[in-house]
């Protein structure tokens, strides 16, 4: 019995430290992981909220105020895109030769 000890207890004792230290591993990169998910998801909300911002002055005061040379007078990023604005023009098929 007393050698079973001495065979298996120093075993034993390596596993534990190991099995601590891969333990250890994974903890720390879960929370690596979680602290990056969570900087990003605040990251993330104050761009909207700046993006709310900076959409509220599309009444040319942000031009004025920040010398911004506008092409045209419209200031919205993009446009609606109508694809077929006479419905009633018949559609036809032109072949080439």
Do not use: C
């Not at 034993?12 to 250890?24: C, D, F, R, Y």
């Not at 200031?75 to 032109?94: C, M």
């Amino acid at each position: 019995m007393k050698n079973n000890f001495r065979f298996i207890f120093p075993r034993l004792i390596g596993a534990t430290v190991i099995v601590g230290l891969a333990s250890l591993i994974m903890v720390t990169l879960f929370k690596l992981m979680l602290g990056i998910l969570v900087i990003g998801g605040v990251v993330a909300m104050f761009r909207r909220i700046a993006g709310r911002s900076h959409s509220g002055h599309s009444n040319g005061q942000f031009a004025e105020n920040h010398d911004f040379v506008s092409v045209s007078n419209h200031r919205q990023w993009s446009d609606h895109v109508t694809v077929n604005a006479n419905p009633a023009q018949k559609l036809t098929i032109v072949p080439i030769n």
